[in-house]
């Protein structure tokens, strides 16, 4: 069952998704051994928190368009922090143990799966607000991550060449 949020917490679930993804990011870049492999992750960081200040700009303009609720409390902050860890990297570095930190190839794949399921989720939320303004928000966060995702495959595809 999807459970109803509005326009507002979509957008702040999209954040705390990119703050997610920028933290698990610069976790196994100090657990990694590999220069590459760690190169790599710091720039996939460095992506998430490019996404993150995105969102936080959009949010910034919807609150100042009037939208209602712009300041959660703890609670809130907190379930939106809990449903955005069920969309992106919900295990954790510990999804790559078997994988091993040193193989740019399963980062980059795990990357891509966490990418289709966070582009899956916002589609979602752009269908189903009823707010033509909300629906080109989430349509700028899906394009925004729909180019990510192809640098990502890109990246996978310059990979299997090597």
Known sequence: MFHVFSDLEGIRIAIEMERRGESFYRHAARVSKSEETVEMLLALANEEQYHRAEFERLLSAECARGMSDCAYDDET???????????????GLMALRDEGFENPEAVLLHAIASEKDSILFYTEMQQRTGDDHSRGVFGEIVRQERGHLFRLQRRLAQLAKE
């Open 77 to 91: 902050n907190a379930y939106l922090t809990a449903i955005a860890a069920e969309v992106v990297f919900p295990k």
